[in-house]
């Protein structure tokens, strides 16, 4: 009975098991994983956009193969989450028609430019510091699948996030114009890191449920506040200012205090109106059909293959 197979799925839950594609679920449990799960993939894709933009241009051979293969690591990231979306009997094609038609959404952080060669560098120190802060948490996810691609997703991320730091502590050995790009980039980059945590817990629709079902294992502002206090000693060791007057440690919470993220501008962007979301999602569109030959060309080798073997 429904009520039978709900009991052993809280109890799975409760005990830290993982729940498996063949294990009965609530429907809202398999609609919320769609949700998180494909938003994530699709933010691994459109992700590889801002910094994608500045592989023809990469200083050096050297910066260019590091670059090359990061930006190859969030191709494999989306792949990995787009086959972890399926097991819970989605398909692949019709995400990525969601997502070309504004009907999924994808990580605010992607909206935003890349304007110097210093945003490469910050992108990997904030965008996957803050990465790895939300999804080591996601390793002890309570659906098999996606804890399993996490695991994979951080060991990769975690270089990601060190060959920033290292792009960026080399610039500020330089001349007085690389240590302003590298300022200049923290600057914009700041406030819309702290916006990928998402909304504040008290307007964050999903959190209460998702932790419920284990799928989330932290609040948005519990992990927001994790970050900043992971990145203001990293700022002192770059030597950059981080562009909030209200950034200051607070002895008696342990934690540092910060201001508030503008959240006019997190909903402007996530409701597509940021500075980058047409021309992000265009470029998807267009490499989506530009690419329809291939899987025409793959899907009539499948089936030549398949009627040979019937033969
Ligand atoms: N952007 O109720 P909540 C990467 C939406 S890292 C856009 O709090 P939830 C690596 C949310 O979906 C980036 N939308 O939602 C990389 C919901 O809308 P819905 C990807 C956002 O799910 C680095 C509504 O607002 N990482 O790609 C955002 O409990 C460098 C209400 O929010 C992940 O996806 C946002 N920032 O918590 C690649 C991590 N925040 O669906 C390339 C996995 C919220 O009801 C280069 N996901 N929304 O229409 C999560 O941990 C969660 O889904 C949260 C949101 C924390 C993002």
Redesign the pocket.
């Known amino acids: 009975s429904d009520e039978a197979h709900q009991a052993e799925f809280d109890a799975k839950v409760a005990a830290d098991q993982r729940i498996e594609p063949r294990d009965w679920m609530p429907e809202g449990y398999r609609r919320?994983l769609v949700?998180?799960v494909s938003?994530?993939a699709h933010?691994?894709i459109i992700?590889?956009q801002?910094?994608g933009d500045w592989i023809a241009s990469a200083p050096s051979l050297r910066r260019k193969a590091i670059l090359l293969a990061?930006v190859q690591d969030?191709a494999g990231?989306g792949l990995y989450l787009y086959a972890a979306a399926e097991t819970l009997g989605v398909d692949r094609a019709d995400l990525t028609t969601r997502l070309i038609e504004g009907r999924q959404?994808?990580?605010?952080?992607?909206n935003y430019p890349s304007l110097t060669f210093a945003d490469v560098g910050v992108?990997?120190w904030l965008?996957?510091g803050?990465?790895i802060c939300?999804?080591v948490p996601?390793c002890r996810s309570s659906f098999g699948p996606y804890a399993r691609a996490m695991v994979r997703i951080c060991k990769e991320?975690s270089f990601?996030q060190r060959q920033g730091y290292e792009l960026l502590m080399r610039m500020m050995e330089g001349t007085g114009a690389q240590r302003a790009m590298v300022q200049d980039a923290v600057d914009r980059w700041w406030w819309p890191s702290l916006?990928?945590?998402?909304?504040p817990d008290a307007?964050?629709?999903?959190?209460q449920q998702?932790m419920a079902w284990r799928i989330?294992r932290d609040t948005?502002d519990d992990?927001r506040q994790k970050f900043v206090d992971m990145t203001v000693p990293q700022a002192d060791k770059l030597g950059v200012t981080l562009p909030d007057p209200e950034l200051v440690w607070n002895e008696e919470r342990g934690h540092h205090d910060f201001g508030e993220p503008d959240w006019v501008e997190?909903k402007q962007?996530?409701s597509g109106s940021g500075p980058k979301n047409a021309e992000r999602v265009e470029r998807r569109r267009a490499a989506h059909e530009k690419g329809a030959w291939v899987r025409e060309a793959a899907t009539a080798y499948a089936t030549k293959h398949q009627s040979d073997r019937e033969a």
């Not at 916006?195 to 909304?199: A, D």
């Not at 307007?203 to 959190?207: E, L, Q, R, V």
């Open positions: 919320s949700r998180q938003q994530h933010s691994e992700g590889m801002p910094e990061k969030e990231h959404k994808y990580s605010s952080i992607f992108i990997g965008v996957d803050a990465a939300n999804q996601l991320e990601h916006m990928m945590f998402g909304p307007d964050s629709p999903n959190t998702s989330k948005n992990l997190f962007v996530i």
